[in-house]
Structure formats: structure tokens, C-alpha cells
């Protein structure tokens, strides 16, 4: 389980870079995201399917997937004008509403129509709608720095947190939802991101060149966003627990050996992703 957890971690995690790296001739990171988008969603609507009801899975695969597309810039201005005045988000998210809605007419009043809808759009939003903001977080001015820090810090605090709470932990964080998760690995997570989180900060490194550098980040900001990174990090990793709890499911995949499915693994990632974009948007932009 470990060994095949490090394995993958050591092959993964090189592609999921040079993805995030490199964006010519075409947004590597975009199409990686995609197809992160399309498997992590069929596994969310498989989960559902098997312990709820059948939910609209290619509609809300297609739907995720078009969430996701629509974030990437150049896509969007090549839309834009078909569109205008429409935006592309709110539009995609009236019709993800709507359409469910009116399929379901078909069966008229059929007592699972309601709950349907209400999963399909519980995907859609979850696994399109999160994802989403990281393609929006690259697009931004030092987009490829920015979501690096929030993959490594991500890692750090999950790395961190797994290793520490095995070694050291006693106190269960949330018993009920992930037995494995401890208040000391979780408290060695949040300094496992804060760590990282300052090797970005420019004064540390005085006039030597680092490409990973971002200027607006202080001691301080470095210091509040890693913690803000890991803890809401933590938090996507119970949300998802939660809901493999609640559809009996132990993972969500199988495609990542050792970790599970992509929903195993992009739980923390997403919910990092919130933090750091909306902190860009509201403090640096």
C-alpha cells in the first residue's frame, strides 16, 4: 500500500508539473485538467449510482467537462463573442439547472426524478465547478507559479500529515469520517505547507534567480496562505471522506495505486485551489 503510494506519487507528480510548466503549443495543464475532469466525475456519478440512484452521468460529465473548458482564457475569448452579453459561467450554470429538470418531465411525477437532478448537479459542481477554478487560477498573471504553490503546498501538508500522524498520532480528528486523520498530523500538515509556502517568497533569496518566485508574497502572506492552503486542504479531504461514507465506498477509484481514484486525490487540491485563487483575485489583482 505505501510502496504503491510513493511509486505513483514519484511518476505522477513529474507529469502533473511539466503540465502546470509548460503551456505551448497548447495549455498542457487545460487538457490535464480535463481529462482529471472527466474521470474524476464518472467516479463521483459511479459512487451515487451504486448506492443512491442513477444519476444523468453524461450529462453530468459533459456539463463538468464544459465548466472546466469554459475557465481556460483563450477558450473563453474565442466564445466570448458568440455569447455576448452572456457569461459563459452563469449561462453554463442556468443550463445545468434547467435541462436535468425538463429530461426529467419525461417521467413525470417518478419520486426519484428530484433526487436525480440533485446529484447530477452535486457532481457537476463538485468536480467541474472546483476544478475549474485551477484552470482559472493558471490563466491569471503568474498563473504557473501560483498553482505550483498550491500543488506543493497541497502535497506538503498531505505528505506531511500522512507520515507525522502514523508516526506520532493519537488524537483522532474526525473518528466518525476518516478514523486514520489525527490532530498531530493534521497540525504537522499545516507546518508541512507553511514550509513550502515560503520557499516562494523573494527576500529570502536575495538577488539570485529563482523562476518560482512570487513578488507579492511577504513572510507574512506566505505564512497565512500555506496555513489557509493546508487547513482547507484537510477540510476537501473529510468532505470527500464524508461522501464515500455516505455512498459505502472505500475509494472512489482505482486508478492511482495507493491513493485510489482521482476524486482521492484531487479532494485537497481543489479545495487548496479555492483559497490561493480567491486570494490572488482579492489581494494581488
Known amino acids: 500500500m505505501l510502496r504503491n503510494r510513493i511509486l505513483t506519487t514519484l511518476v505522477g507528480l513529474p507529469i502533473l508539473i511539466l503540465a502546470v510548466w509548460f503551456d505551448q503549443p497548447v495549455h498542457w495543464f487545460t487538457i490535464f485538467i480535463v ?44 466564445i466570448s463573442p458568440y455569447l455576448a452579453p452572456v457569461k459563459t459561467p452563469i449561462f453554463l450554470l442556468v443550463l445545468a439547472v434547467i435541462l ?3 429530461w426529467g418531465l419525461r417521467r413525470g411525477s ?16 463538485y468536480v467541474g465547478g472546483l476544478l475549474s477554478l485551477l484552470i482559472s487560477l493558471r490563466c491569471m498573471e503568474d498563473g504557473r507559479n501560483w498553482v505550483l504553490f498550491t500543488l506543493l503546498t497541497s502535497f506538503a501538508s498531505d505528505t506531511t500529515a500522512f507520515f507525522m500522524g502514523r508516526k506520532w498520532g493519537r488524537r483522532k480528528l474526525a473518528p466518525s469520517i476518516s478514523p486514520g486523520k489525527t490532530w498531530e498530523g493534521a497540525i504537522a500538515g499545516v507546518l508541512g505547507a507553511i514550509i513550502i509556502s515560503l520557499l516562494f517568497v523573494p527576500e529570502q533569496f536575495g538577488s539570485l534567480s529563482n523562476p518560482l518566485l512570487l513578488s507579492p508574497l511577504s513572510y507574512y502572506s ?7 492552503t493546508s487547513v482547507f486542504g484537510q477540510v476537501g479531504d473529510l468532505v470527500e471522506s464524508m461522501i464515500k461514507r455516505n455512498m459505502n465506498a472505500k475509494d472512489s477509484g482505482w486508478l492511482l495505486p495507493g491513493h485510489g481514484g482521482i476524486l482521492d486525490r484531487m479532494d485537497s487540491i481543489a479545495f487548496a485551489g479555492i483559497v490561493v485563487y480567491y486570494f490572488v483575485l482579492w489581494a494581488i489583482q
Open 35 to 78: 481529462l482529471c475532469g472527466i474521470i474524476g466525475a464518472g467516479e463521483f456519478y459511479r459512487m451515487v449510482a451504486k448506492a443512491r440512484v442513477s444519476p444523468y452521468i453524461f450529462f453530468g460529465i459533459v456539463w463538468s467537462l464544459l465548466f472546466i473548458i469554459s475557465a481556460d482564457s483563450t477558450i473563453s475569448d474565442i
Open 100 to 102: 436535468p429538470l425538463i
Open 110 to 125: 417518478n419520486k426519484y426524478s428530484t433526487d436525480r437532478w440533485a446529484w447530477t448537479m452535486a457532481g457537476i459542481l
Open 222 to 228: 506566505a505564512v497565512l496562505l500555506g496555513l489557509a
